[in-house]
């Protein structure tokens, strides 16, 4: 008979390996990097937990763990029989945040089979955690053995990341929201005070104090009718054990994802309704119109692999959860290229689409890469607005806890900075490594052990320094080459000096007159790709009106030694159509040359796209641009 087990991966033996890296280690000690203008939120150590955190404010150096678990479902080919185990997952937050949306920055802590973790509770695997959470807590910190010496660091837990079910697992809070008469981990919200109060000023917040007399409450309950009673009342199970690790504060440290909240959630339940109503009740357009338009879309380049499926009829269903037969990746990029869709076919100046539009900007805030301490007051304002709105054009439709959690983003945002920092997009990516890994393997028997011997095995390779003869060479694998090419061609004669002058002209870098200068049909820097072409658009910096300016990418230059040169043609910014979503641009009205710009310069690193809708172009947005840094 097989032993019950799951299986631990030391925490402090692991940071250990992590901080052998000099560039972790450096980032660790040089404490968090901070934002030159103080409105402007861009990291965990912009927002209040942090800031006012008991450690993290007075040690700069103290090590910020990130927590996160999730179930997976494994599928033995063999048998067909379908296996699902518990990852948990950790990762640093001192770690640069260009670097955390790499897969080789999340490290695995524990693994279970769920059906042992529902049966022995999630405490029973959070006790080596937490032990190891105390030593580390400590007034001393936790010696770490590092390049033949110690460094005394201390440590705790920034956050806990997940899912709405897995956050309330972890908090002991009700797990299923639905049979709970409290339904949220920030609030004592009840599911009428969901559908008549838009602002958190007016629900209850949960606090330390107020969370402690409630387990007292349902611990010293004499029977056990009372005991449940009080359990439900306060949408609270019990005690967690997460509650002893130092600093850690269930009622504050368990954020929303907003990729949960929006992508698995919000956009679709409310796409929905818009869709029947436009759909059955209007008859503006068939669903085979609609399919239609999103497969004959011309998406860019960087959007082809998130493509929107086909939607059914099943998935217009108000109680189908079927997300619209979309993943997460698919749902964002169909709420952003849908307005350019349906704009011919139905009338934008309505409160139906006023509702649709004015959802697609809190998205758009909501996943903003930085953002001003403003823009979150005037998200507060646009939350309101927007779920009075919604039911006011389909006043059958409940408010769900998911868009209640909406009420609480502004607040979160001022917590933890912004919420693209906390989403749990690149864990579950690290869940499409186990899978593929389980599929190697072939061996089910004890698939739990089996993935965590073979995924520590091959972190162990992967931070290996190879002929460091004078101990110089970098050990994480996160810190590989962050550039990749593809078909590139040497610059001569003319073509060669035309391109320097163009350089020389933006940025004075005096590189010598031998340096090669070579031509590239395409650059990956940091895994976002970029290609040449009038449809391909960056971010380049701001009009003296305050609107983003954009150009098309012509030309990639790299200069050996120096870097990689983006050659763009500047576009002008007509104005932001906040019923697309989007940024109407056209050519310059006044001849402006050429553009050369570093990629370190851009404002923000993604390539945008532009599609025509009528006789215009626009832009459409995933992410909120407009605050400068």
Same mark, same amino acid.
């Given at each position: 008979?097989?032993?019950?087990?799951?299986?631990?991966?030391?925490?402090?033996?692991?940071?250990?390996?992590?901080?052998?890296?000099?560039?972790?280690?450096?980032?660790?000690?040089?404490?968090?990097?901070?934002?030159?203008?103080?409105?402007?939120?861009? +990291?965990?150590?912009?927002?209040?937990?942090?800031?006012?955190?008991?450690?993290?404010?007075?040690?700069?150096?103290?090590?910020?763990?990130?927590?996160?678990?999730?179930?997976?479902?494994?599928?033995?080919?063999?048998?067909?029989?379908?296996?699902?185990i518990t990852l948990f997952y950790y990762q640093l937050?001192?770690?640069?945040?260009?670097?955390? *949306?790499?897969?080789?920055?999340?490290?695995?802590?524990?693994?279970?089979?769920? *059906?042992?973790?529902?049966?022995?509770?999630?405490?029973?695997?959070?006790?080596?955690?937490?032990?190891?959470?105390?030593?580390?807590?400590?007034?001393?910190?936790?010696?770490?053995?590092?390049?033949?010496?110690?460094?005394?660091?201390?440590?705790?837990?920034?956050?806990?990341?997940?899912?709405?079910?897995?956050?309330?697992?972890?908090?002991?809070?009700?797990?299923?929201?639905?049979?709970?008469?409290?339904?949220?981990?920030?609030?004592?919200?009840?599911?009428?005070?969901?559908?008549?109060?838009?602002?958190?000023?007016?629900?209850?917040?949960?606090?330390?104090?107020?969370?402690?007399?409630?387990?007292?409450?349902?611990?010293?309950?004499?029977?056990?009718?009372?005991?449940?009673?009080?359990?439900?009342?306060?949408?609270?199970?019990?005690?967690?054990?997460?509650?002893?690790?130092?600093?850690?504060?269930?009622?504050?440290?368990?954020?929303?994802?907003?990729?949960?909240?929006?992508?698995?959630?919000?956009?679709?339940?409310?796409?929905?309704?818009?869709?029947?109503?436009?759909?059955?009740?209007?008859?503006?357009?068939?669903?085979?119109?609609?399919?239609? @338009?999103?497969?004959?879309?011309?998406?860019?380049?960087?959007?082809?692999?998130?493509?929107?499926?086909?939607?059914?009829?099943?998935?217009?269903?108000?109680? *189908?959860?079927?997300?619209?037969?979309?993943?997460?990746?698919?749902?964002?990029?169909?709420?952003?290229?849908?307005?350019?869709?349906?704009?011919?076919?139905?009338?934008? +100046?309505?409160?139906?689409?006023?509702?649709?539009?004015?959802?697609?900007?809190?998205?758009?805030?909501?996943?903003?890469?930085?953002?001003?301490?403003?823009?979150?007051?005037?998200?507060?304002?646009?939350?309101?607005?927007?779920?009075?709105?919604?039911?006011?054009?389909?006043? +059958?439709?409940?408010?769900?806890?998911?868009?209640?959690?909406?009420?609480?983003?502004?607040?979160?945002?001022?917590?933890?900075?912004?919420?693209?920092?906390?989403?749990?997009?690149?864990?579950?990516?690290?869940?499409?490594?186990?899978?593929?890994?389980?599929?190697?393997?072939? =061996?089910?028997? =004890?698939?739990?052990?089996?993935?965590?011997?073979?995924?520590?095995?091959?972190?162990?390779?992967?931070?290996?320094?190879?002929?460091? /003869?004078?101990?110089?060479?970098?050990?994480?694998?996160?810190?590989?080459?962050?550039?990749?090419?593809?078909?590139?061609?040497?610059?001569? @004669?003319?073509?060669?000096?035309?391109?320097?002058?163009?350089? +020389?002209?933006?940025?004075?870098?005096?590189?010598?007159?031998?340096?090669?200068?070579?031509?590239?049909?395409?650059?990956?820097?940091?895994?976002?790709?970029?290609?040449? @072409?009038?449809?391909?658009?960056?971010?380049?910096?701001?009009?003296?009106?305050?609107?983003?300016?954009?150009?098309?990418?012509?030309?990639?230059?790299?200069?050996?030694? /120096?870097?990689?040169?983006?050659?763009?043609?500047?576009?002008?910014?007509?104005?932001?159509?906040?019923?697309?979503?989007?940024?109407?641009?056209?050519d310059a009205s006044l001849p402006q040359g050429l553009?050369?710009?570093?990629?370190?310069?851009?404002?923000?690193?993604? /390539?945008?796209?532009?599609?025509?809708?009528?006789?215009?172009?626009?832009?459409?947005?995933?992410?909120?641009?407009?605050?400068?840094?």
């Open positions: 008979m097989t032993e019950d087990a799951f299986y631990y991966i030391p925490l402090l033996r692991s940071l250990e390996i992590q901080l052998r890296s000099k560039s972790i280690l450096t980032m660790v000690l040089n404490g968090p990097d901070t934002f030159q203008n103080e409105n402007v939120l861009s +990291d965990f150590c912009d927002g209040t937990i942090f800031q006012n955190h008991e450690l993290f404010s007075n040690d700069p150096a103290a090590l910020q763990i990130l927590l996160y678990f999730d179930d997976i479902n494994l599928s033995n080919p063999l048998t067909n029989k379908v296996h699902k937050g001192n770690i640069r945040k260009e670097y955390r *949306s790499k897969l080789d920055s999340i490290h695995l802590f524990a693994v279970c089979k769920t *059906s042992y973790m529902r049966f022995y509770g999630l405490n029973s695997i959070l006790k080596p955690l937490v032990k190891e959470l105390k030593s580390l807590g400590s007034n001393r910190g936790y010696p770490f053995r590092v390049f033949d010496g110690h460094v005394q660091l201390r440590g705790a837990v920034l956050a806990l990341l997940a899912d709405t079910p897995a956050s309330h697992l972890a908090g002991a809070f009700k797990e299923k929201v639905g049979g709970a008469r409290k339904k949220c981990r920030h609030c004592m919200a009840s599911f009428q005070t969901m559908n008549e109060c838009f602002t958190e000023e007016e629900f209850t917040l949960r606090n330390e104090l107020d969370h402690e007399e409630q387990l007292k409450l349902i611990e010293n309950a004499p029977t056990k009718f009372l005991k449940e009673y009080c359990s439900m009342l306060f949408g609270v199970n019990g005690r967690s054990k997460l509650e002893e690790a130092p600093y850690f504060n269930v009622c504050q440290q368990l954020p929303q994802d907003v990729m949960h909240v929006f992508l698995e959630g919000v956009i679709s339940y409310e796409l929905k309704y818009l869709l029947n109503f436009y759909i059955k009740e209007k008859g503006y357009f068939t669903l085979a119109d609609l399919n239609n @338009g999103i497969q004959s879309f011309p998406y860019g380049y960087s959007h082809v692999k998130d493509k929107p499926c086909v939607i059914k009829d099943s998935d217009l269903d108000r109680q *189908s959860s079927s997300n619209l037969g979309q993943g997460a990746a698919r749902m964002w990029l169909l709420a952003q290229v849908l307005p350019l869709i349906l704009s011919s076919l139905v009338d934008t +100046d309505t409160e139906h689409w006023a509702c649709f539009a004015s959802l697609l900007e809190i998205v758009a805030i909501s996943f903003s890469n930085t953002i001003c301490q403003e823009t979150i007051l005037y998200l507060k304002i646009a939350v309101k607005e927007h779920l009075a709105l919604f039911k006011r054009v389909f006043p +059958d439709a409940p408010i769900i806890p998911k868009q209640h959690f909406l009420v609480h983003l502004p607040s979160q945002l001022f917590k933890f900075g912004p919420l693209i920092r906390s989403w749990c997009m690149r864990f579950e990516g690290k869940h499409a490594y186990f899978k593929d890994l389980s599929k190697k393997i072939k =061996n089910f028997k =004890n698939i739990a052990l089996s993935l965590a011997l073979k995924h520590q095995k091959i972190e162990c390779a992967q931070n290996m320094a190879v002929d460091d /003869v004078d101990g110089s060479a970098e050990s994480s694998s996160l810190f590989g080459s962050d550039v990749i090419f593809g078909k590139t061609k040497s610059l001569q @004669g003319n073509d060669k000096e035309s391109a320097r002058r163009a350089i +020389d002209r933006f940025h004075q870098l005096d590189f010598p007159a031998a340096a090669e200068i070579l031509l590239c049909n395409s650059v990956t820097l940091k895994g976002t790709k970029y290609t040449p @072409g009038t449809n391909n658009l960056l971010h380049i910096g701001y009009d003296p009106f305050g609107l983003p300016e954009f150009g098309s990418l012509v030309k990639i230059w790299f200069v050996l030694d /120096v870097g990689v040169f983006f050659v763009t043609k500047v576009m002008e910014s007509v104005a932001f159509r906040q019923e697309l979503n989007a940024m109407e641009i056209e553009h050369v710009v570093r990629p370190d310069d851009l404002p923000f690193f993604q /390539v945008h796209h532009c599609y025509k809708s009528g006789e215009k172009m626009y832009i459409p947005f995933r992410q909120y641009i407009f605050d400068h840094q």
